[in-house]
């Protein structure tokens, strides 16, 4: 049910939402939102930021604020916001906050922080100076990612006075308040950190994003516990839990200046797998440990192995993935005023899904060349494959009747398309090539 609202909510939510909001929105990232900050920054006049964090957000928004202002049957929405929640058998009522867990909550809490945005541009205009502040402009700039975000300012002053009240009265109406101990004022000399990054302007002028300090130690925390706990694996196991999240972490961070960070990272890992090696064979010497765990790949002469079986029973290698070797890539913003639901902005959001399609498979020269070749579509439901909607590789004739593996016998399909055409037993050939040369009638 709240699913089928959404469908209908979530448009006039994106419609009316803050132009420099991230979080919890369609075709928008974290990303998107620490390149924005770096727009924002990269100007010497812009020296201070207000951090601001919201006190539990999701769990106090203001039920009466929500019943007059979310354009939809206020009987349902009073259902879901009263309906409570059970914890260890016992259901507890709720008065206040959006349903724990519910897909619609998060466009909620959208819909009660949208127009703070909005009441700062009509108070301070863009191109509008102040008087006392010397007659220049105020270098204002807002960023939200849920329920953080950050005001830019040349003044502290100006922070202080007049933009932190501001933004308490705004969340006032909306029962919500800001946390006493997260908001504070910085200035960008200092640095300061904003989902998971570090951003700050170093003396000699540059303004550098890194990974943050505290993210790096959480994620490296992560991965200790897991090594630990994985005393009993065997290393190709271990692998192939460690990947996953190498690579998920790696990517997130590969927009920013992280090429250092990594191989930190790289290297703290290393030791932990070492100890770990060290743990499980006692009784072996350092060389023994080395041949049978570390091989030389390229370059590199100490790189993870482990070994696994295919479904023939022939052996095969997987290798720990480096955090290093994840390329840096400039990040290309959304455009602040784009809407994914406006017809105009359909041919944009088309090019960029494609540009990040190409990204996706960079590395993989069949998942890049079948792409293209089916034109990004799923030969089973003829529509587009998106990182969305995900894909899965599938073999034309099947391995276990003779088929081979190279790309001639391979098409990308939808996941639910792919169980579909096992589970019913279809067939789906290659898409016909045009011939050079040869034009339609």
Known sequence: MQALHLL????????????????????RSCADAIEQCFNALRVATTQ??????????FDEISHDWLLAHVPMDRATLQKWLKAGYMEKHVLHETTEGTPQGGIISAALANRALDGLERVLREKYPSRTRLKWLGDKLPSLNFIRYADDFIITSKSKELLEREIKPLVKQFLQKRGLELSPTKTVITHVEKGFDFLGQNVRR?????????????????????????????????????????NPRIRGWANYHRHVVSKRTFTCVDHA???????????????????WIKEKYFERQRDRDWSFVGERYDHQGQPYKVRLLLAALTPIQRHVKVKSDANPYDPACETYFEKREADHMR?????????RYLWHEQRGLCLACKTKITRITGWRLHSCVPRVMGGSTSAENRVLLHPECHDKVHR????????????????SA
């Open 8 to 27: 209908a909510l979530d448009p006039v939510v994106e419609t009316t939402a803050d132009k420099n909001s991230y979080g919890f929105r369609q075709q």
């Open 48 to 57: 201070w930021i207000l951090e601001g964090d919201i006190k539990s957000c």
């Open 202 to 242: 170093y003396p000699n002028g540059k303004l550098l994003i890194k990974p943050s300090k505290k993210n790096v130690k959480t994620f490296l925390e992560g991965v200790r516990r897991t090594i630990k706990a994985a005393l009993g694996s065997s290393a190709a196991a271990l692998i192939e839990e460690l």
């Open 269 to 287: 890992i290393f030791s932990c797998l070492w100890r770990w090696a060290r743990r499980r064979h006692r009784n072996k010497n350092p060389r």
């Open 359 to 367: 990204d996706t498979f960079r590395g993989s020269r069949i998942l």
């Open 424 to 439: 019913l037993r279809l067939s789906v050939s290659k898409p016909r090539l045009r011939q050079r040369g040869v034009r």
